[in-house]
């Protein structure tokens, strides 16, 4: 089989992630990285061990050995290098969120449909098989009607105010700071779950560090900064926790918890469906166990065993019963999902089905920007436009 190139655009805290998951794929080859200039590229490509750095995403773009484009620059910087390369040809693997608004996601969603190649944003933790199996479950009914759907995605690495990231920025990260980042993540994982639309949201959006002593020189997310000792002062308008009600199409209420300051809370992403037959609820942080809850009968603890798992689960783990797969297995498992479509040629009908596609990416966009109208209207309902290709 024809070996695919790959390319990579954005040296920072993902891009190991990325290199590390398409070498496990074993059939494809790494060509090589960009960056902001050859010397940030040089060196990831050096720590990645990647024979050739680029001084710019143009360069890469230009070397018809890349097949794929993996583009992990921050948010502001996404809709220019994807576009650049579907325009190029390329398949785009753009890291979440697609892009810093949702004129942008737009944009990024039908230029990929125009172009008619894979179009992949990693929304990752779909990747987990317990995440898979829970899908599933709902799939089949075993819940009954999925009535309160509901979670959290809280973190501490922005704490101290003296740390800081180009994401509480809104002209590098967006509008939205920790919903962008991570309610992203959530409301794409409940919907994926469920299979039910968050319709409408009411949101109350807080920023609990508006003055951060940031260091000079920018660092990488979870990165300990409190030790720089040039600084400068930041006022912060960007939200760093948010609270979030939630409706969904299929009549399901729900709400959600958002936050990057809370103490103790390292990558804590919870959700919670109840239906009214039985419950489901995974962690990220427990990624192999499944809690299933039943109201005339004990609760059940799945743990993540192939032979236990619904056939359309069973592909996402890799490993017998016991030995825990977990944050990088997901990824991996989202990014074979990505080549398997890749080598199909990238047409909608056969793209796997647990992927998500920059259709996905722009309909989270629709789904953050409402709760952004809704906590500007003064807290009050906002519908989420709805969109469907
Ligand atoms: C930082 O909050 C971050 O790295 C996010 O950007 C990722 O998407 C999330 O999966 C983990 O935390």
Redesign the pocket.
């Known amino acids: 089989m024809k070996k695919l190139g790959m390319g990579l655009v954005g040296p920072g ?2 891009a190991a992630h990325h290199i590390d998951a398409v070498r496990r794929l074993g059939d494809v080859e790494i060509i090589g990285i960009a960056g902001s200039s050859l010397d940030s590229a040089k060196k990831r490509a050096r720590e990645l061990g990647v024979a050739r750095a680029y001084a710019n995403y143009q360069e890469l773009l230009a070397n018809p050995a890349v097949h794929v484009v993996h583009n992990t620059t921050p948010n502001h910087l996404h809709k220019e290098i994807s576009l650049a390369a579907l325009r190029a040809g390329k398949h785009v693997i753009s ?2 969120p697609l892009a810093s608004s949702v004129q942008e996601s737009r944009e990024l969603f039908e230029a990929a449909r125009d172009a008619g190649v894979a179009n992949v944003v ?1 929304f ?2 779909r990747g987990h098989a317990l995440v898979q199996q829970a899908r599933a479950m709902v799939a089949k009914g075993k819940l009954g009607a999925p009535v309160f759907i509901h979670g959290c ?1 809280l ?1 501490d ?2 704490t101290d105010e003296r740390t800081y ?1 180009w ?1 509480l920025d809104p002209k590098l990260g967006g509008a939205s700071s ?1 919903l962008g ?2 309610g ?2 959530w409301c794409d994982l409940a919907e994926h779950v469920t299979g039910a639309r968050i319709t409408a949201v009411l949101a109350d959006l807080h920023t609990a560090v508006p003055v951060r002593q940031a260091p000079v020189a920018s660092a990488k ?2 990165a300990n900064q409190t030790k720089s000792a040039q600084r400068r002062k930041v006022t912060i308008t960007s939200e760093d926790i948010a609270s979030v009600l939630l409706r969904f199409d299929n009549g399901a209420r729900g709400s959600l918890i958002v936050g ?1 300051v809370l103490p103790g809370h390292k ?1 804590d ?1 919870r959700l919670e469906v109840n239906g009214r037959v039985a419950s489901l609820a995974w962690q ?1 942080e427990k990624p192999n166990e499944l809690w299933i809850g039943h109201h005339a009968q004990a609760n059940t603890l799945l743990t993540r065993d192939p032979a236990l798992l619904d056939t359309s689960a069973r592909s996402y783990a890799h490993l017998p019963a016991g030995h825990p797969e977990a ?1 990088a297995d997901a990824f991996r498992n989202l990014i074979a999902d990505a080549y398997a479509w890749i080598r199909k040629g990238g047409k909608p009908e056969t793209k796997p089905d647990a992927l998500p596609s920059f259709a996905d990416g722009y309909r989270n966009s629709l789904v953050i920007d409402a709760m952004l109208r809704s906590h500007a209207a003064g807290g009050v309902w906002q519908d989420v436009e709805q969109h469907r290709e």
């Open positions: 805290f993902i890291d979440k990693t990752n933790y995605y973190q690495w922005l990231t994401r920790a980042d991570i992203s993540h997310a979870f990057q990558n992403l990220q944050w």
